[in-house]
């Protein structure tokens, strides 16, 4: 029930659930002052949230993992690619079932791509973090040999958060003999994957994608201030990242 707890507290304490609750708790307050600026707070944490020019800001703190890249010729240093889940389209009518989430679906193309151009297996990693429906890694595995035409080498359905799939991900390495993967994940999920994996004994090669916000600065000042439900996706995209980056840091201090 842990994975369950903490995404429950993250839930609560990120947009846009904490800024409603905290709206909410001003206006049982409205009598008195306090109350009132706790409304005007939460009005306006929303406001600056829902903006891109703060999702841009937010998201460029944590993209900072290079692409990868791959010369001609170049020999790649790993035996497999490992690709992290990213969530499921549940109960899909035209699936007749779960299927992968349109984020999901974006790293399984990634790692198809890669795998196509490498030779190398795949690895997919994901469990049910709400305990419910089939796993994010058997779902992986039967679009990319299904429908991808990629080899998998092996999965790992079990995990239900980040730090769970490094482990698990490390402990399939060792099973296949395996010295180093390369790991794809979204842009801004990569350096808390990587400190989850570094932590617990490896150092994959970084392979991000859905860089958000590319060349924002180009576009008009108008369109970077504007609020819009994508911004505010973003920003809470951003916050969890960075709320789950010192959540796993304080994690490892405290385990020392």
């Known amino acids: 029930m842990a994975g369950l707890d903490t995404q ?8 846009p659930a904490g800024p409603l609750l905290v709206g909410l708790l001003g206006l049982l307050l409205w009598r008195i002052r306090f109350g009132r600026e706790l409304v005007i707070f939460s009005l306006l944490v929303q406001l600056g949230l829902s903006m891109p020019v703060t999702a841009e800001w937010l998201l460029n703190q944590l993209q900072t993992t290079a692409p990868f890249e791959q010369t001609q010729g170049q020999e790649i240093p790993a035996q497999a690619i490992v690709v992290l889940g990213a969530g499921r389209y549940r109960n899909a009518p035209e699936y007749h079932g779960d299927t992968a989430s349109l984020r999901m679906l974006s790293r399984l193309r990634y790692a198809a791509r890669l795998a196509q151009q490498t030779g190398l297996p795949v690895i997919a990693s994901g469990g049910r973090p709400d305990r419910e429906g089939k796993p994010e890694a058997q779902i992986a595995r039967e679009i990319l040999t299904g429908e991808l035409g990629v080899q998998v080498l092996t999965i790992d359905d079990s995990s239900s958060n980040t730090w769970e799939n490094a482990g698990n991900i490390i402990d399939l390495m060792q099973q296949h003999h395996l010295d180093q993967v390369i790991l794809i994940t979204d842009a801004a999920h990569m350096p808390r994957a990587l400190y989850a994996f570094e932590q617990q004994g490896a150092l994959p090669i970084p392979a991000p994608i859905n860089f ?30 960075i709320l789950g980056n010192l959540w796993y840091r304080l994690k490892v201090t405290l385990s020392v």
């Open 8 to 15: 429950l507290i993250s839930t609560l304490i990120l947009p």
């Open 212 to 241: 958000e916000y590319r060349n924002a600065t180009r576009r008009a000042f108008h369109e970077r201030i504007i609020p819009t439900p994508t911004a505010a996706m973003n920003s809470a995209l951003a916050l969890h990242e």
